[in-house]
């Protein structure tokens, strides 16, 4: 659905074909477009504008505060000939707020197959098109993959201007290592495809970052409990939203929690600490007791990983406390 009008940029961008297909095709800079501005906004003519060569660019935009976004982001955003989007308010108010007024088309899971060669077809017109999803980074856990692929396989420019990503987000504020982690998006709805899932999990050596709904949040918890054993979780909620909410524990207790009081508000990111190994060396046992001492004292967080771990629950303590003392 195209929502407001503005001219179209495939002759301005005709004769720009060749040499955008090679290199970053952001990066060329040629004349500036009008300014725009938006109430209490920085004007975006005060930005750096540099004329967007044709092509694919895949857009990140705030998973929930407005606010973060990138001026990058802004400047391809108003620099487009159109952007597709997955719901044309969601995009809609996010351009208002920044006083852009690209045209703007869908492109989501119930009509790509169908907008996919429309996209295509600008593309090779040398338009230079943006997409977006409703929040965050397009093609993770949301629709563009295919469309992506398609323009790679035609030699078409595709550039990503990135920015903010719930899983990201949820993974840096869970206390959990980020050294080695992996995404794994949504869970099966239904609870045996969800454990089969989480069964592929189980070895991996990594930290966990699934994506949930809130109503399936305290039964995936505890199929998660099951599956991958009782280990350090974290259930990041509403981040960046005035709500913002990261409780931690291990992911029986944060079942147990879910399960008390209900589906809680809004979206969540599930972050699970890699299996504890038979025996932990002291760097992991560390990092473990850190965790744990964010949510509780030495005591607990002593006897948490003693059951964890089968370690000796006196020596967890005497390092724990070295640990609050500063001296361990
Ligand atoms: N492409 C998006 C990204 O890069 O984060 C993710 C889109 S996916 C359809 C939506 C899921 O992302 C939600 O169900 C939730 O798991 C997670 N999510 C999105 N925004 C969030 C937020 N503000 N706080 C916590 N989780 C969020």
Not at 159 to 183: K, R, Y
Not at 236 to 254: H, I, S
């Amino acid at each position: 659905m195209r929502r407001t009008a503005k001219s179209t940029g495939a002759a301005r961008a005709g004769s720009d074909k060749r040499e955008s297909r090679s290199g970053n095709p952001s990066r060329r800079a040629v004349a500036s477009k009008p300014e725009r501005s938006a109430a209490g906004l920085q004007p975006l003519g005060a930005l750096p504008q540099a004329e967007l060569a044709p092509g694919l660019y895949l857009v990140a935009t705030p998973i929930g505060n407005l606010a973060d976004i990138t001026l990058r982001a802004l400047a391809v955003l108003q620099g487009a000939d159109r952007i597709f989007c997955e719901d044309t308010r969601v995009t809609g108010r996010l351009l208002a707020r920044y006083g852009i007024s690209t045209p703007l088309d869908t492109y989501h899971d119930h009509n790509s197959e169908q907008v996919r060669p429309t996209v295509l077809a600008a593309l090779r017109r040398c338009e230079r098109v943006a997409l977006v999803s409703d929040a965050g980074t397009p093609l993770v856990s949301d629709p563009g993959y295919k469309l992506v692929r398609a323009a790679l396989g035609e030699d078409l420019p595709v550039t990503a201007v990135p920015g903010p990503s719930a899983a990201v987000a949820g993974l840096i504020l869970s206390g959990l290592s980020p050294d080695a982690f992996l995404f794994a998006g949504f869970l099966p709805p239904r609870q045996a495809a969800r454990r089969r899932a989480l069964g592929r999990w189980v070895e991996v050596q990594a930290t966990l970052v699934f994506y949930e709904t809130a109503p399936r949040l305290a039964e995936s918890l505890g199929d998660m409990a099951d599956v991958l054993g009782n280990r350090p979780a974290a259930v990041a909620r509403e981040l960046t939203k005035l709500y913002e909410e990261v409780r931690r524990g291990p992911l029986a207790d944060l079942a147990a929690r879910y399960r008390l009081l209900g589906p809680p508000r809004g979206e969540a990111v599930v972050v699970v600490g890699r299996p504890a190994r038979t025996e932990p060396d002291e760097a992991e046992i560390d990092e473990r007791l850190r965790t744990a001492l964010i949510e509780v004292g030495v005591r607990e967080a002593a006897a948490r990983l003693a059951a964890e771990t089968g370690l000796p629950r006196g020596k967890l303590y005497r390092r724990a406390l070295a640990m609050r003392a500063g001296t361990g």
